[in-house]
């Protein structure tokens, strides 16, 4: 199993920056499909940032798309998450994830799970 670290989160202003990080241990995590997810209170969970094992593809949600980043550094075995420009509506858990098996990313299945971190945006 993969052990997920996240941290970085915070309390920041409407307009702000945050970089989160995903420290991975037990695996390299350039071998792994690695998520970014977001829970806010009282709504369903959302996917917002994935990488593809080695770093050369990515997506994300319409909700973060040209605002957020999703990143590797292999050396250090952490995935990031750059979000500027952030709102209100970003306020959230956010959760890093991973699995190593292409069959269960497509089917929406994540095997290793952080902890979270907190993300509050305010005006």
């Known amino acids: 199993r993969v052990q997920l670290v996240e941290s970085g989160g915070g309390s920041v202003q409407t307009g702000g920056s945050l970089r989160l990080s995903c420290a991975a241990s037990g695996d390299r995590i350039s071998r792994l499909y690695a998520a970014w997810f977001r829970q806010a209170q009282g709504k369903e969970r959302e996917r917002v940032a994935i990488?593809?094992?080695?770093?050369?593809?990515?997506f994300y949600s319409d909700s973060v798309k040209g605002r957020f980043a999703i990143a590797l550094d292999s050396a250090k075995n952490t995935v990031y998450l750059q979000m500027d420009d952030l709102k209100a509506e970003d306020t959230a858990m956010y959760y890093c994830?991973?699995?190593?098996?292409?069959?269960?990313?497509?089917?929406?299945?994540?095997?290793?799970w952080g902890q979270g971190t907190q993300v509050t945006v305010s005006s």
């Open positions: 994830a991973s699995t190593p098996s292409l069959r269960d990313y497509l089917a929406g299945r994540f095997s290793d």
């Open positions: 990488i593809y094992p080695s770093g050369g593809t990515t």
